[in-house]
């Protein structure tokens, strides 16, 4: 496949030669050794993604075989993506501020907050949905200073803060809302994000256009990297991983494609504007914390504050940071739960919104430790959490049991969170 | 930081004047007087053995020179300038580094992103991965390193003399002149151990100055080219290590004293 000299890592360094070492560099090409080295890896403590895709197959396998009938349409399954959107949106900001081990416990009720701000401007002043939309967004910034500069300037432990702020914050949303009330969310762009669908042409093309760029980035990366014999993965994992992607946008759109409408004489078909959405965000948030200096140094925060501040990095700055980041994500989340139900509740973005979007986090593969998390760790446990409230919904559980199981879902990926981090402890030396 | 032109204390600056020169340094928290004119030299490509009971002053000595604790009077002078260190940046634009005792890296990144953190590489605001990866590369390269298997492994993988190796090449990738060890061979067996004297030692072969703070007077004799031992916040000797035996220096620094070395008994009373 490559000219390249096949080094596996067991392979002997040459005794004292010219080598200068480094040969894990040049990695194994052979398929045997790419499948030890994962299995050393998993071993090792970092599970990566599998417990996520495990989830979702063996909940897929699962609800399928439950409710043949229903799990597995068109219909379902665009309800059910779109389902996962607020919550997948709120768990993209937790993932930042998990990084650097804290916890934002008021990032559900914040997205309440934001969403009365967006439904009260859209109601009461008649106010066009982008001024509304700016301002819950500012909202949630400015939230999220304030909660971070109490957990990083003041140094409140950010539980406590959070948790005080839970409180808070429902009581704002109540007064902006008003007791009972419900206001409802009526601008066609709003309500439009998670109710109308990309025309299915345009779908399709953005659909081949971003598995086209995403397959020549790969590429181009890993020729660089072998051309300057820079550290690079086997071609054929960066080939399988290519195949793996286009499968899963080309299928999702191809699902999304096909007419769900219920009655024949309607037809409801395409993208919903929300997974677009989604996948904006991703990139976005990915490319900042992968590829920028402000990225490099949340992890560095999270994994060793001490070395962070000792090499120069403004630590409190970053700690603030986050919460800045968790507060934007969690009204951009407000926003799309506004859109999806079409109205704003005292009592949204309460109850198991927060408890979801930690869960999905966490099992998509973030570390409640800190130092270990990535932003589609959101994506892969939201679909995770999705996948389970929308199966539950459609076996029709009692309300006592979709607590239980969630409760239980959240319980279990912390476990394997807590001993991958023991097992990667006791794996070194 | 001010930068004085300074009178050469002996002779013409040149191939083998000291890369740092300490004259009669003192430093004190409050009523506590922790260094006591303190006088130390150290030349480039030698180790210098700094050696002392806990609490002579060696961690508050490195710290003055790291810039971390400015001292209160005395001259420090850096390849024959005088220099006002205020803070950790000052010496390190001079090139002072420091390595110390519990690392300061981080265990969730590689061995490449702890070698620039806080210091990356940017292409506009994108991280230069490749040019940074080869950076370090060639610095492990230059220093013989041969022990890691990857620069992109994370250094939780990594066992502890490969973590010193990372920190100490870390240290040196910045163009350092003088570079500080604080105790790098405790906690390590014994074949890290060797490698970690190695590297010290490859250090000073391609030119660094180096301080070398140990406990250990194996270690310390066979990788140092001088030996200052510190009693009591004072130097009692400096000097090239051919020139005392182990149970001299072990003296020097339970005692301050050992045949014509060291302290005046009189002076070394009074700092008690």
Known sequence: MSGNTIQTPTSAQEPGGASSGFEGDRAADSVGAIVRGYVDKVRGGDLGALPAVLGIVVLGILFTVLRPDTFLTPLNLTNLLVQAVPITLLAMGLVFVLLLGEIDLSA???????????????????????????????????????????????????????????????????????????????????NGISNDTLPVWLGWLLAVLLVLLYAGLQLARWRSQRARKLASEPLVIVVARIVLIAAVVLGVTAVLSVDRALSAAVELAGIPYAVPLVLVLLLALTFL????????????????????????????????????????????????????????????????????????????????????????????????????????????????????????????????????????????? | MSVLPDRPSDGHPGPGSPTLELRGVNKSF?????????????????????????????????????????????????EGRRVHLHGPRDAARLGIEVVYQDLALADNLDVVQNMFLGRERKRGVVLDEASMEQAARDTLTKLSVRTLKSVRQLVSSLSGGQRQTVAIAKAVLWESKLVILDEPTAALGVAQTRQVLDLVRRLADTGHAVIFISHNMVDVFEVADRVAALYLGRIAADVPVDQVDRAQVVELITAGRSGDLGIEPTVAEAGV
């Open chain 1, 108 to 190: 559900g009720v914040v997205s309440g907050v934001c969403a009365a701000v967006l439904a009260q401007l859209l109601a009461e002043s008649g106010s066009p949905w982008w001024v509304a939309v700016l301002a819950a967004v500012a909202t949630g910034m400015l939230i999220g200073v304030f909660t971070g500069s109490l957990v990083g300037i003041v140094g409140i432990p950010s539980f406590v803060v959070t948790l005080a702020l839970f409180l808070g914050w429902q009581g704002v949303t109540l007064r902006l809302i008003g007791q009972g009330g419900t206001v409802p969310v009526r601008d066609p762009v709003i």
């Open chain 1, 289 to 429: 914390l992968g590829r920028t200096g402000y990225g490099r140094h949340v992890y560095a925060v999270g994994g060793n504050a001490e070395a962070a501040r000792r090499a120069g990095i403004d630590v409190t700055r970053i700690r603030v940071s986050v919460f800045v980041i968790a507060g934007t994500m969690a009204a951009i989340s407000g926003i799309a739960a506004a859109s999806r139900l079409g109205s704003v509740t005292p009592g949204s973005g309460a109850g198991n919104t927060l408890l979801y979007a930690v869960g999905a986090a966490v099992i998509g593969g973030t570390s409640l430790f800190g130092g270990r998390g990535r932003v589609r760790d959101a994506v892969l446990g939201g679909l995770v959490i999705a996948i389970i409230a929308n199966g539950l919904g459609l076996l029709g559980v009692q309300a006592y049991l979709n607590f239980i199981i969630t409760g239980g879902v959240l319980l279990l990926a912390a476990s394997v969170d807590a001993l991958a981090r023991r097992r990667a402890t006791t794996a070194r030396r």
């Open chain 2, 30 to 78: 409050g009523a506590v007087q922790v260094l006591h004119d303190v006088h130390l030299t150290v030349y480039p490509g030698q180790v210098t053995a700094l050696v002392g009971d806990n609490g002579a002053g060696k961690s508050t000595l490195i710290k003055a020179i790291a810039g971390i604790h400015p001292v209160d009077s005395g001259e420090v002078v850096f």
